[in-house]
């Protein structure tokens, strides 16, 4: 039997997104916990701030809305490049009222980055969002010794903020700083 898979795409854009399902969950987990990129953003020697997190500790920040038709203020895609899945990105903490959104992204390969996909998925989303949404602030939260991806971010559009993680706890309501010298960056659809 074929999945029913749904997919974002847009002329111009060599990339596109496909919605992620639950039987992706694992994957996604396994790119970010147990490839050779992981150690650009989590555990040790360079992130003994930001552990790796168990399959349990993962599935408890991304719950089965993630990933299903279930209406939640997040949802998880994977990013295809022809018919190659390079990584995931998703978003959570929509707040509509605002107009605002929270992303996050990782590739599951070393060998996808350098080569544009991250910040062409990253402008992907947010036109989608905009126009599916009304969406028009985007937020994402790297650590600062991230450069590479910082780099990526800005490539993409956004700006770094003066933002503390009290400041930034008080705009999103939780706590979205994962390391120690988070730092917030913002894109604005016009």
């Not at 590739?107 to 910040?119: A, I, R, V």
Request: glycine share 6%; net charge positive.
């Amino acid at each position: 039997m074929t999945k029913k898979y749904s997919w974002i795409q847009y002329p111009g854009f060599k990339i596109l997104l496909r919605r992620a399902v639950l039987e992706d969950r694992p994957i996604i987990y396994n790119w970010m916990s147990n490839s050779n990129i992981t150690k650009t953003m989590l555990g040790e020697p360079d992130y003994p701030d930001a552990p790796i997190p168990s399959f349990d500790e993962f599935v408890e920040d991304f719950s089965d809305s993630f990933f299903t038709e279930i209406e939640s203020s997040g949802k998880c895609f994977i990013i295809m490049n022809d018919n190659e899945e390079i990584g995931t990105l998703c978003y959570d903490l929509m707040n509509l009222r605002k107009n605002w959104v929270v992303l996050d992204i990782w590739l599951k390969d070393e060998m996808f980055c350098g080569k544009g996909y991250g910040s062409e998925a990253l402008k992907l989303l947010c036109i989608y969002l905009f126009d599916s949404k009304g969406i028009n602030n985007f937020y994402i939260s790297p650590s600062l010794r991230n450069t590479r991806a910082i780099k990526s971010y800005e490539k993409a559009g956004f700006t770094k903020l003066k933002m503390n993680k009290t400041q930034a706890k008080r705009k999103f309501g939780v706590d979205i700083f994962d390391y120690g010298d988070n730092v917030v960056l913002k894109k604005v659809n016009k």
